[in-house]
């Protein structure tokens, strides 16, 4: 089972982390696993690269564990609010386009929010 859990404070999704596996389907062949793939990569390079965010993040290509932090979604550390207001609501769009796929794939993946 893939954990995604999400970070928010004050309100603004700021993060995630996720872990293990879908078993969904054979390595490789598990589509599952691959629309996540894809979507996380999909918002890491829309943050990082489209919304010139403050992004760190970490891939361990052996466990598949990723965590992604921008820092860009908080007002402590951005003044431009269109900017917070952008890079939240991206990763808050994942947050829900994930518990959208929960409703076919309960049994291969969770998602809970990590409250600051």
Known sequence: MTKITFLRKDGAFWGFHETGHTGFGEEGDDILCAAISAMTMLILNTLEVAYDCRVDYTIDEETTDITVKCKSALAKYEKDEKKRFAASGL?????HQLNDLIEEYDEFLDVDIEEE
């Open 91 to 95: 990763i808050e769009g994942y947050f």
